[in-house]
């Protein structure tokens, strides 16, 4: 089974950047789509960026052009860089698996845009 432990999150001002990092145990991890997802309140849970084994990628329209998915696979880690973060970014972000089933899901990591 894949764990999956999400860091980098934060209070941060409209207009500023954050990199998000997910490391996952488990060596399928390295051959799987993997994807980032958030959670915002109230709302359901959204695919945001995801990126194949093989380093191709794909963005929600919400986030295109901002946010840039990346993976390293010799470290089993993929991350997020969000750049000219909007208060509607605001959420708990996610990554796991970018197909079902889903893996367990971690705690996530807290992204907070607010001046």
């Known amino acids: 089974q894949v764990q999956l432990v999400e860091s980098g999150g934060g209070l941060v001002q409209p207009g500023g950047s954050l990199r998000l990092s997910c490391a996952a145990s488990?060596?399928?991890?390295?051959?799987?789509?993997v994807g980032w997802y958030r959670q915002a309140p109230g709302k359901q849970r959204e695919l945001v960026a995801g990126?194949?084994?093989?380093?191709?990628?794909n963005y929600a329209d919400s986030v295109k052009g901002r946010f840039t998915i990346s993976r390293d696979n010799a470290k089993n880690t993929v991350y997020l860089q969000m750049n000219s973060l909007k208060p509607e970014d605001t959420a708990v972000y996610y990554c796991?698996?970018?197909?079902?089933?889903?893996?367990?899901w971690g705690q996530g990591t807290q992204v907070t845009v607010s001046s």
């Open positions: 796991n698996r970018d197909s079902v089933p889903a893996w367990v």
């Open positions: 488990g060596s399928i991890f390295r051959f799987s789509a």
């Open positions: 990126i194949t084994r093989g380093g191709s990628t």
